[in-house]
């Protein structure tokens, strides 16, 4: 009896991390595959290269992540870094000084969010409505600056400002840690705390798991829904000031563009409910180097970039299935 409540408690706990952390064993069977297909995968400049490709689009889908934990969503933040690069590389032009930049991109993201979360939360506007309109009100304004054309760094600035994206730690003859991938892992680092050690991330997910029942718990909803939009649009705001020195010319008509679906990808394979009240940031961490993996597999077997949309959409439907499915067993 001893031995078959033991097999019976093993099979549980089994099944509990199964459910919990599949992004796990998503990763690691990711990972064999680009080991198989790519044999120099694990080499430091591949590891290296795989996190600086994909820490822009990172950073905002550790915003992504919070809303959609709060039960909501923004698919405006890729044309939100189109604007905001765009404009930044204005100011860094006119004041040749990438901290004033960081300070406008910074303060043009939070103004974004704050005017999307103040549409949902006290407009009671769909999320995914709001969002729609900014996203359509950001391209126009962008385009319409740049009349399609690239917004470009100055050369007095270009050799300073590229190094941000370009340069980095030289810690032996070998290896080199660059700034975007210590960028991305401390705003990771910063986001799990936030979302699993503080009142505020608890309350986040309060709200994405039932809003009135947050409500009447004595949760002010309203703020926690601005304030992640908010977070959301500072964390665009930093990726824009990256992207900017990472391409050093914006292009108006095509920048940022499928940022949203990239992250609400990366949300999605991490294991994120994309109906809220669930999820893990180191789901997210690890999902956007899956899905940068992925990306490298399909290089590798010589399939067109321009499919990356439709890995995308395909990410996204199969992890919204599994999780209706692993919903319906509980």
């Known amino acids: ?91 860094l032009n006119q004041t040749g000084s990438v901290f004033v930049m960081l300070l406008f991109c910074c303060a043009l993201g939070g103004l974004i969010g704050l005017f999307n979360g103040l549409l949902v939360a006290k407009g009671k506007m769909a999320p995914m409505i709001a969002t729609l309109a900014m996203q359509s009100i950001c391209r126009s304004i962008i385009t319409q600056l740049g009349q399609g054309g690239p917004f470009t760094v100055s050369n007095e600035n270009y050799e300073s400002f590229r190094l941000i994206a370009a340069s980095g730690f030289q810690l032996t003859e070998k290896v080199r840690l660059p700034y975007m991938m210590i960028i991305f892992c401390i705003v990771s680092f910063g986001f799990a705390v936030t979302m699993d050690r503080t009142k505020f991330g608890k309350h986040v997910y309060a709200v994405g798991s039932n809003e009135t029942a947050a409500w009447l718990a004595g949760i002010n909803v309203h703020r926690i829904k601005i304030a992640v939009f908010v977070i959301t649009g500072l964390m665009s705001g930093v990726a824009s000031l990256l992207y900017a020195s990472r391409l050093t010319a914006i292009q108006a008509s095509n920048a940022g563009l499928n940022f949203e679906m990239d992250a609400i990808a990366a949300v999605a394979i991490g294991g994120t409910a994309m109906s809220g009240g669930r999820g893990k940031i180191m789901g997210t961490f690890l999902g956007i180097l899956m899905f940068r993996m992925i990306n490298n597999i399909l290089t590798m077997a010589n399939v067109p970039p321009f499919l990356s949309g439709l890995v995308s959409g395909i990410i996204i439907i199969v992890a919204v299935l599994m999780q209706n499915f692993q919903n319906k067993k509980r």
Do not use: E
């Open 1 to 91: 009896m001893n031995g078959l409540k033991l097999g019976g408690s093993k099979k549980m706990a089994l099944r509990s991390f199964m459910t919990n952390y599949n992004f796990v064993v998503s990763f690691v069977l990711l990972l064999i595959a680009a080991v198989a297909v790519n044999p120099s995968f694990l080499r430091w400049n591949n590891i290296s290269n795989l996190f600086v490709q994909g820490t822009i689009v990172g950073i905002v889908a550790m915003g992504m992540s919070m809303i959609v934990s709060a039960g909501m969503i923004d698919i405006s933040v890729g044309a939100q870094v189109a604007l905001i690069s765009g404009l930044g590389v204005l100011v």
